[in-house]
């Protein structure tokens, strides 16, 4: 009796899993699904599951439509994630260990001066960012776009935890060789700490891909939009093709996922690690 | 050449070299801003971000933003927002988080599945929510599927009594972050102690509801405070979904409007009121920061933030 109650309660479980799984994978079928269908399979009102035809010329239609700078926006994206994590890494990292390993005797109230922003959520700030980045003239351009978002207080703190618990040994060796902490620093600790590189770069990355509220501030020509902003500008305005919008959006998650697939153990790695539950 | 022992100075010049390129541009790219923008919450600041000393309004603007039915609304569409989505998200990321650590098999698959929305952004979510899962009356898949049941058609971001919109913009927040919490919810677990398992089982608790209230629930404690506090935070700052999902070509309904949606249109809008969009930048900061306050009071996380 037991037994047989014990095994139903799995067979159950398992059941509401694999519906659980089935519904977060639907939003990905339709956006693959209207992606690939035509406009009537989209709008009609006798939806089906399955579209009734496919259309692969939608992939490269979607790259030739004028209204949509889809290239340009990726290419912006593109730019923007890349230097920001690059930027992000480097800074947030050589702040990190100096507040975790060089003597200061105001260290303390530099870590807490660091740590304070974060209880000021970025996004209160965009107002009077805005009016600085304005000020500096810097509206519409890349760098008005990647360089107030480089110094992330929370991966300074990721990084100063980490190498309060990097081990003294490796560096007491170096330091016996003659390195000083630069040469230290670039030849000892940054090898020997991958993982926590890979994934604060791949956190900072995905954040940057996918930030929304900056870009629709500071992008205000097309020129400068990034594939984020030009969704949401026709998601709007409802101006453009309906397929059009869906594969669109597939191709500016498309290398988001592959990333994810592939570093997957340093993502949830670095948010274990990040200290936020311990 | 330097040896291993330097000399205060050297180590303060050191410090500054590693530290300092972050902490200018931190400086820059926050405290001035933040300063820059209480200076502008005292002046009639439309459309200018150096406004002259005839503008000065005092706290005219904090009345006008306090007295202001729309902004005050604002902060009853968060809280009830809030109130939505923070123990919805709680409570499917720990049930995720349970059922995906008994797996024996497939476990990195549906891990996988659960975690793969956090990938997707925001905009991205809404075109799919907006155009094709809640599309108006005529199309979509929710309406479709209600109608195998005879259900009538909804028009889901547009009704507003009774509020289906709600139902839009929860889900779409669920699904994209329930992933991130169930890594979280997961790390705990595995945190806890098989000991205490066999400890209870010896003790005669069956397994299932007994052991989870008393084992793996208060275990779970420390996840659990910093899960909310991370939920509460971000529900603070939801702009994205709302801003795709509910603005259209003729612009942005009256309901639902959250803080920042009202601020964005405040400040960067037609208007371009740069003084009252930073007063109630202002008024949002000091909310936050004392709602984090006496959450981290209430939880005594500050004691582990000492270190």
């Given at each position: 009796m037991q037994d047989a109650l014990t095994r139903a309660g799995r067979a159950l479980r398992v059941v509401l899993l694999v519906a659980l799984a089935l519904l977060f994978l639907v939003p990905f079928y339709l956006l693959v699904r209207n992606g690939l269908a035509g406009e009537r399979d989209i709008t009609?009102?006798?939806?089906?599951?399955?579209?009734?035809e496919l259309r692969w010329s939608n992939l490269t239609e979607v790259f030739r439509?004028?209204?949509?700078p889809l290239g340009r926006a990726l290419l912006n994206s593109t730019l923007i994630a890349v230097s920001t994590t690059a930027g992000t890494v480097v800074l947030a990292s050589l702040a990190g260990y100096g507040l975790a390993r060089i003597p200061y005797r105001h260290a303390n109230v530099v870590f807490y001066a660091i740590l304070g922003?974060?209880?000021?959520?970025?996004a209160v700030t965009f107002v009077p960012s805005f009016v600085l980045v304005s000020t500096l003239g810097w509206i519409s351009t890349l760098r008005g776009l990647i360089i107030p978002t480089l110094f992330s207080a929370f991966a300074c703190f990721i990084f100063r935890q980490y190498f309060l618990g990097f081990p003294r040994e490796l560096e007491d060796a170096a330091r016996v060789d003659g390195l000083g902490y630069w040469r230290t620093y670039w030849k000892i600790v940054v090898p020997n700490s991958r993982p926590v590189f890979a994934a604060v770069g791949t956190i900072v990355f995905i954040g940057a891909w996918n930030a929304f509220l900056w870009p629709l501030v500071i992008g205000q020509d097309q020129e400068s939009w990034t594939v984020q902003v030009a969704l949401s500008t026709f998601t709007t305005?409802?101006?453009?093709n309906l397929h059009e919008l869906f594969v669109a959006a597939a191709v500016s998650i498309a290398p988001l996922v592959v990333v994810f697939l592939l570093l997957q153990r340093y993502i949830v790695a670095g948010v274990e690690r990040s200290g936020i539950d311990d | 050449m330097s040896t291993g022992v330097l000399g205060p100075q050297r180590r303060n010049l050191w410090f500054w070299v590693f530290v300092g390129p972050f902490a200018l541009g931190l400086g820059l790219f926050t405290y001035v801003p933040l300063v820059w923008s209480l200076y502008l919450s005292f002046f009639d600041a439309h459309n200018t971000?150096?406004?002259?000393?005839?503008?000065f309004v005092g706290l005219g603007n904090y009345g006008a933003m306090l007295s202001d039915g729309a902004f005050l609304a604002s902060l009853g569409t968060f809280v009830l927002f809030t109130a939505f989505i923070v123990p919805a998200t709680y409570v499917l990321a720990l049930a995720l988080a349970l059922m995906v650590n008994r797996l024996r098999v497939a476990q990195a698959f549906f891990r996988s599945v659960f975690f793969l929305?956090?990938?997707?952004?925001y905009v991205v979510a809404a075109v799919i929510w907006k155009?094709?899962?809640?599309?108006?009356?005529?199309?979509?898949l929710a309406n479709t599927v209600l109608g195998w049941f005879g259900a009538d058609q909804t028009a889901w971001l547009s009704t507003?009594?009774?509020?289906?919109?709600w139902l839009v913009i929860v889900t779409v927040r669920l699904w994209l972050q329930a992933g991130f919490y169930m890594i979280l919810f997961l790390a705990g677990l595995q945190r806890i102690s098989p000991q205490l398992y066999e400890a209870a089982a010896v003790d005669g608790a069956r397994p299932g509801w007994q052991t989870f209230r008393h084992i793996t629930f208060p275990q779970l404690r420390a996840t659990s405070v910093a899960v909310v506090l991370l939920l509460v935070i971000n529900a603070f700052q939801a702009f994205d979904e709302f801003y795709n999902l509910l603005s259209d070509a003729r612009g942005y309904?009256?309901?639902?409007?959250?803080p920042l949606v009202y601020l964005y249109y405040t400040a960067l809008?037609?208007?371009?009121n740069l003084g009252l969009g930073s007063a109630g930048a202002v008024i949002l900061a000091l909310i936050i920061a004392v709602a984090t306050v006496v959450q981290a009071r209430w939880f005594g996380l500050g004691r582990k933030g000492e270190d």
């Amino acid at each position: 009796m037991q037994d047989a109650l014990t095994r139903a309660g799995r067979a159950l479980r398992v059941v509401l899993l694999v519906a659980l799984a089935l519904l977060f994978l639907v939003p990905f079928y339709l956006l693959v699904r209207n992606g690939l269908a035509g406009e009537r399979d989209i709008t009609a009102p006798d939806w089906t599951f399955f579209p009734h035809e496919l259309r692969w010329s939608n992939l490269t239609e979607v790259f030739r439509d004028p209204n949509l700078p889809l290239g340009r926006a990726l290419l912006n994206s593109t730019l923007i994630a890349v230097s920001t994590t690059a930027g992000t890494v480097v800074l947030a990292s050589l702040a990190g260990y100096g507040l975790a390993r060089i003597p200061y005797r105001h260290a303390n109230v530099v870590f807490y001066a660091i740590l304070g922003t974060l209880m000021v959520p970025a996004a209160v700030t965009f107002v009077p960012s805005f009016v600085l980045v304005s000020t500096l003239g810097w509206i519409s351009t890349l760098r008005g776009l990647i360089i107030p978002t480089l110094f992330s207080a929370f991966a300074c703190f990721i990084f100063r935890q980490y190498f309060l618990g990097f081990p003294r040994e490796l560096e007491d060796a170096a330091r016996v060789d003659g390195l000083g902490y630069w040469r230290t620093y670039w030849k000892i600790v940054v090898p020997n700490s991958r993982p926590v590189f890979a994934a604060v770069g791949t956190i900072v990355f995905i954040g940057a891909w996918n930030a929304f509220l900056w870009p629709l501030v500071i992008g205000q020509d097309q020129e400068s939009w990034t594939v984020q902003v030009a969704l949401s500008t026709f998601t709007t305005a409802q101006s453009l093709n309906l397929h059009e919008l869906f594969v669109a959006a597939a191709v500016s998650i498309a290398p988001l996922v592959v990333v994810f697939l592939l570093l997957q153990r340093y993502i949830v790695a670095g948010v274990e690690r990040s200290g936020i539950d311990d | 050449m330097s040896t291993g022992v330097l000399g205060p100075q050297r180590r303060n010049l050191w410090f500054w070299v590693f530290v300092g390129p972050f902490a200018l541009g931190l400086g820059l790219f926050t405290y001035v801003p933040l300063v820059w923008s209480l200076y502008l919450s005292f002046f009639d600041a439309h459309n200018t971000v150096s406004p002259d000393a005839s503008d000065f309004v005092g706290l005219g603007n904090y009345g006008a933003m306090l007295s202001d039915g729309a902004f005050l609304a604002s902060l009853g569409t968060f809280v009830l927002f809030t109130a939505f989505i923070v123990p919805a998200t709680y409570v499917l990321a720990l049930a995720l988080a349970l059922m995906v650590n008994r797996l024996r098999v497939a476990q990195a698959f549906f891990r996988s599945v659960f975690f793969l929305p956090t990938a997707c952004s925001y905009v991205v979510a809404a075109v799919i929510w907006k155009l094709s899962i809640f599309n108006g009356v005529r199309f979509g898949l929710a309406n479709t599927v209600l109608g195998w049941f005879g259900a009538d058609q909804t028009a889901w971001l547009s009704t507003t009594h009774p509020p289906w919109y709600w139902l839009v913009i929860v889900t779409v927040r669920l699904w994209l972050q329930a992933g991130f919490y169930m890594i979280l919810f997961l790390a705990g677990l595995q945190r806890i102690s098989p000991q205490l398992y066999e400890a209870a089982a010896v003790d005669g608790a069956r397994p299932g509801w007994q052991t989870f209230r008393h084992i793996t629930f208060p275990q779970l404690r420390a996840t659990s405070v910093a899960v909310v506090l991370l939920l509460v935070i971000n529900a603070f700052q939801a702009f994205d979904e709302f801003y795709n999902l509910l603005s259209d070509a003729r612009g942005y309904p009256p309901y639902a409007r959250p803080p920042l949606v009202y601020l964005y249109y405040t400040a960067l809008g037609q208007d371009q009121n740069l003084g009252l969009g930073s007063a109630g930048a202002v008024i949002l900061a000091l909310i936050i920061a004392v709602a984090t306050v006496v959450q981290a009071r209430w939880f005594g996380l500050g004691r582990k933030g000492e270190d």
